[in-house]
């Protein structure tokens, strides 16, 4: 018999294998605690370890996580490969994110950034497309790609909603997208609305000569959603939209893996992130959180406006430099900016974020005092304008739609 408390986790001399998940915590501990001691059990709990001394048969180390730098109240911890189901992007959340963000001996702690190892992220698909979906879905290499969500975000009809889609597609808009609360209500039922918008965009498609698309939320209980997935498909759309955070991470799994066999694209909405990533002191970051979408395979998602828009972001341009960045072959993933924009704040939005990059544009839209056909063009003129260097005021004189957003909305940012 072995006994096994919390100081067998603490290991400052550790030096982490090629095969282990570091994992970057900001901890403040407990009063009366000292940060070794609260260290220690953290890495405990989220791997093997419990509040008590255990008497074990054996060892169990192999399975133990070893925090090894301890300062400033900051803990790395490194868990072993072993700990892991591969693929199973719920259980390793179980272990980094899970008892330990209840702790009593923490005050506050958040999961700030991890070092992914090749040996677990490629056990996750990653992304089918990433950020080739511009030129695959859209045949687009040098300018973001838009879309707009009609707007109210719930009670406009089927007919109503397919209407926005013809509108907003004809005025330059790429994507039609629903919103995060739509999925299959009375008054807009999914089926319904599938087959209407896509009718739409064909209708917009041989208009305007351009690829249009539509971005159905097919977000509902597990079976559910893969019928959705597999009715999206049948009617011929590029993509299909999910809370992901909402519909929890192996719904997600499971629909990556019936989108790769139908080939459809994962635009990834972030609804309830917030509960997580607003505390700064605590909970899981957003860019965590954008870790575990790239590895589960999601190609497009919501990662904020650099703080121009009306909700709080967390270092929206240094995430989505994460989701381009290198991960063991993983394909990449495109940040979609949306919350609160309008044509006004495109020229700073690409500043900050570039072009590689779609932009999502609601009440911006929408709110446009001639409708959502001229609140389009307005909003695509914007865009065209900022990517090939020129200004805003330039591009109002050949678009009066643009002229008249500018007035409504001016160029200052949303709350
Ligand atoms: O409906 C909208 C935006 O509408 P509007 O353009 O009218 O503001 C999206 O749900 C938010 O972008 C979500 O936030 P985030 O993108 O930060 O996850
Ligand atoms: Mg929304």
Redesign the pocket.
Known sequence: MAGISYEDFLDRDYEPRDDDLVCRFAVRPAEGLDPEAVAGRVASESSNGTWARLQVEGSITDLSARAFEIEDGRVSVAYPDTLFEHGNMAQVLSCITGNIMGMKAVERIRLLDCEWPESLASSFPGPQYGSAVRAEIFGVEDRPITA??P?P?VGLSTAQHAQIGYEIWTGGVDLL?D??NLTDQSFNPFEERLTESLAMRDRAEEETGEPKSYLVNVTAPGPEMLERVDLAAEHGCEYVMVDVVTAGWSSVQQVRERAADLGLAIHA???M??AFDRVPEHGVSMRVLAQVARLVGVDQL????AGL???E?EDTKGINEWLRSDLHGLADVLP???????PGLVPELLDALGTNLAV????????HPEGSHAGAKAFRAAVDAAVEGRSLDAAAEETPELATALETWGREG?R
């Open positions: 707009s969500v707007k975000k997208k919103d995060e909405h972030r609804a992130h917030a919501h990662t904020g406006t828009g009306k909700l972001n979609v900016a949306s919350g609160g924009l309008h999502q544009v609601g009440g911006g839209i929408h709110g949303t």
